[in-house]
């Protein structure tokens, strides 16, 4: 067997043809899996900003309540009372009036306390007591007043605000009160 020389001179690389890329792909129509993709991503991002928003209208009256905690001075003349009636009404925006409106003096102050965590009441536990006994007393003592103040952010701060929060009632025993 012989071959031709035509053959045998022809370059069997000369005979490929060229490669042909394949039309180029568009990126629309989605397929489904990038449906599926954008449906969970807007339902997560949607999710996100109502619980977001429900947070924000929930925390209004205690931020609200910080600013205006942050105008009361020593030298205005009823600060206990100013502060007392702050914290009352900051109750009052999340339990209910019933829960909070008759309170005063040592259930007021049980009220508050079981409202803050024993592990977050430092020193609010005495600011607090401080701040109810000089509600009641005749004359107001001044160099109290960085304490109770102090003792009434640190409540606004850390009191436990759950909605439709049942706790009102859950006061901790005088003996706790007391001891903490």
């Known amino acids: 067997m012989q071959m031709s020389p035509n053959a045998a001179q022809t370059d069997p690389l000369a005979q490929l043809k060229d490669i042909h890329p394949p039309s180029q792909i568009n990126w629309w129509p989605l397929d489904w899996g990038w449906w599926t993709l954008l449906v969970l991503l807007l339902v997560a991002i949607s999710t996100l900003a109502v619980f977001w928003l429900r947070r924000r209208a929930f925390n209004r009256a205690r931020k609200a309540a910080l600013v205006e905690l942050s105008n009361i001075s020593e030298t205005d003349a009823n600060w206990p009372?100013?502060?007392?009636?702050?914290?009352?009404?900051?109750?009052?925006?999340?339990?209910?009036?019933?829960?909070?409106?008759s309170l005063?003096?040592?259930?007021?102050?049980?009220?508050?306390?079981?409202?803050?965590?024993?592990?977050?009441?430092?020193?609010?536990?005495?600011?607090?007591?401080?701040?109810?006994?000089?509600?009641?007393?005749?004359?107001?003592?001044?160099?109290?007043?960085?304490?109770?103040?102090?003792?009434?952010?640190?409540?606004?701060?850390?009191?436990?605000?759950?909605?439709?929060?049942?706790?009102?009632?859950?006061?901790?025993s005088s003996a706790e009160v007391s001891h903490v």
């Open 81 to 101: 009372m100013q502060i007392n009636s702050l914290l009352k009404r900051t109750s009052k925006s999340y339990f209910s009036n019933e829960d909070v409106a």
């Open 104 to 172: 005063y003096g040592r259930p007021w102050l049980e009220f508050m306390l079981a409202q803050v965590a024993k592990s977050k009441l430092g020193t609010c536990n005495e600011g607090l007591k401080q701040l109810t006994q000089q509600l009641y007393s005749p004359s107001v003592d001044a160099t109290q007043f960085t304490r109770c103040k102090s003792a009434a952010k640190h409540w606004l701060k850390h009191a436990n605000f759950k909605k439709n929060n049942r706790r009102a009632h859950a006061y901790t």
